[in-house]
């Protein structure tokens, strides 16, 4: 007896779907229908795997477009930074004329780079590179000497170039003469800053008289202002002598002396004050020196005793005095031999120095010593007893630093 064959529990193999003919539509069985819907599920498989197909490219694509973004930031990067460090960057100019006043200090040994990158930093140039070439086409030759510097934010290269070599772009000396130097020194550097011969400018001080300063002055000691000179190339050796006259005469001027007498009187104290002290005590000395000139004590007796005054005389700078050295009369500037002031002052003093004489402070002390000499830490008395004790603690001193007490 046969059976009927049932039919398979699934399709074994693939069944096309039957699409309906040109020339209409047929109808559907249920045989049909399933096959129909086998045939769904494989085009949504088909679509699922054309979907992932085209996902893992767009992940492809956007994994390369993302590492060429990076690639060319990275080189947009390096290039900015290498332009910035180049300078390639900036104009080589601003086009000037300049808004806020600024100015810069330019040191002794400061290199021109270092000064380029100070301008750059307060804004006065746009471009270190672009303001070096500019510097080299128009200085013609000339060196940015140390000072201070009147400048303006934003200048053309052209206008600052003209400020730091001077008026006219023309070459200048520049002379620096520190406080309370020896006329010796100060012609010296003098010499050394201009290049013209030493014997030139002790020529032109041979004759005090001619520079309007006071009959009592044998030389020009003390008159030589300190502090800094730009003189032309083309300045005489008297001429730069009559300037620094000029300008101590000034300064004395402006503090209400005016008698050419009067003026040596105050830049012999003031030259004392400025050896013995600092710019913290120069008044407190100032004080303390008149004291012992103008209203002497049983103890004094009128005489200063500075060393810095026999020093000068002997020409040497020690701080050790032998008690021969002390005793010799014949020293004009020994004021432990000889009473009051010495005949003339012992270097050129500063103003701070000029301006503590003229204003002294008004005190009791006859006594000072300094305890520590690189600190400038000075002790004052008003009797030997009391400052014996002070010059103890200088001579301690002295025995831990003998490099410092020469």
Not at 24 to 31: E, H, K, L, M, R
């Given at each position: ?8 529990s ?23 229908e ?13 679509l ?15 994994v ?24 390639m960057?900036?104009?080589d ?9 600024v100015?810069i ?16 930093d ?10 070096a ?23 053309s ?5 003209r ?6 772009l023309?070459?200048v000396?520049?002379?620096p ?27 032109a ?35 730069m ?48 020196l ?15 005793n ?6 000068y ?17 014949k ?42 000499i ?33």
């Open positions: 007896m046969s059976h009927p064959v049932a039919p398979p699934g399709p074994r193999r693939a069944r096309k779907r039957e699409e309906p003919s040109s020339s209409g539509s047929t109808a559907a069985t249920p045989a049909a399933r096959a129909e819907e086998r045939g769904l599920t494989l085009r949504e498989r088909k699922a795997a054309r979907r992932a197909r085209q996902r893992r490219a767009r992940k492809q694509l956007s390369l477009l993302g590492a060429l973004l990076v690639f060319a930031l990275v080189i947009t990067l390096i290039t900015v930074g290498l332009r910035q460090l180049l300078g960057n900036e104009p100019s601003y086009p000037g004329p300049g808004e806020t006043p100015s200090e330019v040191k002794p040994g400061t290199g021109q780079s270092a000064v380029f990158a100070q301008l750059k307060k804004d006065v140039i746009s471009s270190e590179t672009g303001f070439r500019s510097f080299a086409q128009l200085s013609d030759g000339a060196q940015i000497q140390p000072g201070r510097y009147e400048l303006k934010t934003k200048m290269n052209e206008e600052a170039v400020v730091l070599v001077a008026k006219d023309s070459k000396f520049y002379v003469v520190a406080g309370n130097s020896r006329i010796d020194d100060v012609l010296k550097t003098l010499s050394e800053s201009t290049r013209i011969s030493l014997s030139q400018f002790q020529d001080v041979k004759d005090p008289s001619k520079y309007g300063v006071s009959s009592k002055a044998k030389t020009l000691e003390g008159y030589l202002a300190p502090g800094e000179y730009r003189f032309d190339v083309n300045t005489k050796p008297e001429d002598i009559r300037q620094m006259v000029d300008r101590q005469k000034s300064t004395l001027s402006q503090q209400g002396v005016t008698d050419p007498d009067q003026q040596y009187l105050i830049l012999t104290k003031a030259s004392i004050v400025e050896a013995e002290g600092n710019p913290k005590n120069y008044s407190v000395i100032a004080g303390a008149n004291n012992r000139v103008d209203r002497p004590n049983k103890d004094t007796g009128g005489f200063i500075s060393d810095a005054t026999v020093t005389g002997l020409k040497s700078r020690t701080l050790h005095l032998s008690e021969e050295q002390k005793k010799d009369k020293n004009p500037y020994n004021t432990y031999a000889n009473k009051g002031l010495p005949v003339g002052p012992i270097g050129s003093p500063e103003k701070a120095a000029i301006t503590a004489t003229v204003h002294p402070d008004k005190n009791d002390y006859y006594y000072w010593v300094t305890v520590n690189k600190t400038g830490e000075t002790l004052y008395a008003r009797t030997y007893e009391e400052h014996q004790v002070n010059e103890k603690k200088y001579q301690q001193y002295c025995e831990e630093h003998p490099d410092v007490c020469q």
